[in-house]
């Protein structure tokens, strides 16, 4: 399959999952998607500072990424164009149209000159977004590769919940995979090792006794 074709693919599997759930999407996900706030109060950018969120859904993060630091300017890709219509009505209600650019890109390859003008940032997120792209390692290796010098890579997501139950841990899988979406239980490790290669320094945490994974990369400064 072509790189075209696979982001179609892809674009259409999502708008098919997500064309009525997104109406829903953030009063119903915010019980278990934990760890999102920590990572935005943790991205502690400098003033100026142009921000990413890949796979920004809803835009329920950008927003409060913009509110959080009024000084910076915020940028969200997602491949599924129901998901952009949400996330843009979501940008215009709060007032902040002018302070977040959206756009539709394949997350494991886009150039952030043609989509937003710039070279790169100086930080991207990426928040439950890895355990629903099947390519997620090219997601991660691509956005270290836009980083600006003295960027950083966050991203949090479900993890092993190796310090849960196992009949939670069932459950979680089998609810998760009626929406396409796995828990990737290599991520620290695969996350470690790209960054290392592109240069960088990774540091991954467990919160919540192992149900999300926490991990930041930082690039040296330039």
């Known amino acids: 399959m072509s790189g075209a074709a696979a982001t179609s693919s892809a674009a259409g599997l999502m708008d098919r999952i997500y064309r009525h759930q997104r109406h829903i999407y953030d009063a119903s996900r915010k019980f278990y998607l934990l760890g999102r706030d920590q990572l935005i109060a943790g991205l502690q950018p400098p003033a100026g500072a142009a921000i990413l969120e ?8 950008l927003v409060k990424i913009a509110r959080r630091y009024p000084a910076c300017d915020c940028y969200g890709l997602d491949v599924s164009a129901e998901m952009l219509a949400t996330a843009r009505a979501a940008v215009a209600r709060a007032g902040l149209g002018d302070r977040i650019i959206l756009a539709q890109a394949d997350a494991t390859g886009f ?28 997601v991660v290796a691509e956005a270290l590769r836009r980083l600006a010098p003295g960027g950083s890579l966050h991203v949090v997501d479900f993890g092993d919940q190796s310090g849960l139950p196992g009949a939670f841990r069932h459950l979680l899988a089998r609810w998760l995979a009626l929406f396409h979406v796995a828990p990737r239980e290599d991520l620290p490790l695969v996350m470690c090792a790209l960054a290392r290669a592109a240069g960088a320094e990774c540091r991954v945490g467990a919160p919540y006794r192992g149900y999300t994974v926490h991990a930041v990369a930082e690039m040296p400064p330039g």
């Open 54 to 61: 890949i796979g920004c859904g809803t835009g329920r993060n």
């Open 111 to 138: 150039d952030p000159r043609l989509l937003f003008g710039r070279p790169g940032f100086d930080r991207i997120v990426i928040s439950y977004a890895l355990s629903m792209i099947p390519p997620w390692q090219p």
